[in-house]
C-alpha cells in the first residue's frame, strides 16, 4: 500500500508533461482492456456458432430447411452468414434456368467471399488499436522518462553540491512513466498475438467450408433440373418451391 501510494505520490507531483504522458497511458490502458474483453466474448461465441452450425450442416438434414431456419432469425454472422450468401444467390441463379451451371457455381462463390471479408472484417475490427497501443506506448513512456530525466538534471544547476538524494525523487517520477508504459504495452500485445491468431483459425475454417460447400453445389448445379427451393429475386426470402429441394449435405458428400 506504501508503494502504491508513493507512485501516486510522484505522479501527483511530477511536472505537467509527465503527468500528460501518463494519463496518455492510462487512457491507452483502459481502452486496450475494454477492446480485450469485448473482443474474447465476440470470439468465444464465433467459435461457438461455427462449432453449432457445422453440425447442423453436416447432421443430413434439408439444406432448405436449414437456410430457412437461419434467414428467419434475421443476421447471421458468421459461417451461417456464408452459407446464407451462397445458398440464396444459388437458387436465385438457378431459378432463372438459363445461366450456365459455371456461371451459377461461380456467382455462389463470390456471394459467399463477399460474406467471408465482412465477416473477417468484422471480427478484426479494433485489433489494430491494440497493435498501435502494444507498439507505442514503450516510446511514449521513454519519452516521459527522459524528459523527467532532464527536468531532474537541470534542477541541478542550482545546486551547490549534488547528492543522491536531491536527484532521486525526479528519476523515480520519471521511471515510473517507463514502468506504466510497459503496464499498458504488454498486456495489448498478448492479447492481439491471441485474437490474431484465433482469427485466422476461423478464417481457415470459413475457407474450409466454402469449399466444401461450393462441392456440393457443384453437384446440384451440373444437374438438368432445379435442386433448390426458388428464392424471391426482390424480398431475398424463399419462395414456392419449383422442384425438389436440396438434399442434406451428409448424403450429397
Known sequence: ???????IRLVVQASIPVQIV???LLLASLTSWAIIFRKRLMLRRAMREA???????????????????IESHGGATGMASIFEFGFREFARQRQQGSIAAEQVLEGARRAMRVAQLKEIDRLEYSLATLATVGSTSPYVGLFGTVWGIMTAFSSLGDVQQATLASVAPGISEALVTTAIGLFAAIPAVVA???FADQ????????????????????????RGTPATPAVGAASGSLGGAHGAAMPGAAGAR
Open 22 to 24: 501518463v494519463g496518455l
Open 51 to 69: 462449432d453449432q452450425f457445422e453440425n447442423n450442416f453436416w447432421s443430413g438434414g434439408d439444406l432448405a430447411q436449414l437456410y430457412r431456419a
Open 199 to 222: 482469427v485466422g483459425r476461423l478464417e481457415v475454417r470459413f475457407d474450409a467450408f466454402m469449399e466444401e460447400f461450393s462441392t456440393i453445389l457443384q453437384r446440384h448445379a451440373t
Open 192 to 194: 492481439y498475438n491471441r
Open 1 to 7: 500500500m506504501n508503494g502504491q501510494l508513493s507512485i
